[in-house]
């Protein structure tokens, strides 16, 4: 009887009571902030994916490091509750955070990259691209890097640091292409002859567009030949179908209308004294 009593003394009591409020709050505590937790993470996604001009995966980044963030300060609330200081967890965890952030530099400079590129997007999952010196196909972006495909298969990956801040072509972009090109008469061949000439192959290309119409004017006289600049339009799919096709057309149709391709010359005068 005297140990239960002594069990049951009012300030053991008090104490046990104490401590099973702390266990209840820190429960609650806990609950309400996962659930908090969820909901924030749940709503930055679907606000993401309710615009089509913004990228997903920035936002399902986003979503999750609000989520890391609430729950640090839930489980810093819950220790609270048993008493612990939380002062010089909260100055260790910062000073850990640092010492990441300073080992992580380069990783760090290209998350932020990769971020500026969801945000801005000049440049989506499917485009032709040249970035960093390199040509390709976008397969894949995420917040370190962004993965091309080269026309031989190959698969380069450039970290997003050295894409932003440097010049971006993206080569899909607008729907409809110009395809420059460049071809040399002599000047003593019919100007108006070639041109119509130039006009009949792209005319009858299936892939060139003819509004806009495809621009053939004589651009450069050079030493040797007078110079026409030839620009048709197509659309984006077919733009290296039209850039790959009409140059050998237009040779063979200017060579079968007899027309020569001026040669570079050098005339020697020899004087016999």
Do not use: C
Not at 29 to 58: C, E, Y
Not at 169 to 176: A, E, L, Q, R, T
Not at 232 to 251: C, K, M, N, W
Request: no cysteine.
């Amino acid at each position: 009887m005297e140990q239960i009593t002594a069990f049951l003394n009012p300030e053991r009591v008090n104490s046990l009571v104490g401590f099973g409020m702390n266990v209840l709050l820190a429960l609650v505590i806990l609950i309400v902030g996962l659930w908090i937790a969820k909901r924030v993470q749940n709503f930055i996604i679907k606000m993401g994916a309710k615009s089509p001009h913004l990228d997903n995966t920035l936002f399902k980044f986003l979503a999750s490091i609000a989520r890391f963030v609430i729950m640090a300060f839930v489980f810093i609330a819950v220790l609270n509750r048993f008493g612990v200081e939380t002062t010089s967890i909260v100055a260790l965890l910062g000073a850990a955070g640092l010492a990441v952030g300073l080992a992580l530099q380069g990783a760090m400079a290209n998350m932020a990259a990769g971020v500026m590129l969801m945000l801005f997007r000049p440049y989506k999952v499917g485009d032709f691209v040249e970035v960093a010196g390199k040509f390709g196909n976008v397969e894949e972006i995420d917040l370190f890097t962004t993965i091309l495909q080269t026309f031989d298969n190959q698969q380069i990956v450039i970290p997003n640091g050295k894409i932003w801040g440097e010049q971006i072509i993206n080569h899909s972009h607008h729907p409809v292409r110009g395809v420059e090109m460049k071809f040399n008469v002599a000047y003593g061949d019919d100007l108006d002859k070639a041109r119509d000439t130039i006009m009949g192959v792209l005319n009858s290309h299936p892939h060139v567009k003819s509004d806009p119409a495809p621009f053939v004017e004589v651009e450069t006289l050079s030493p040797r030949s007078v110079e026409f600049l030839v620009r048709p339009f197509t659309d984006g799919a077919h733009y290296f179908d039209v850039r790959y096709s009409l140059p050998e057309q237009i040779a063979k149709a200017l060579g079968g209308a007899g027309f020569d391709t001026p040669y570079p010359s050098q005339k020697i005068i020899m004087v016999k004294e």
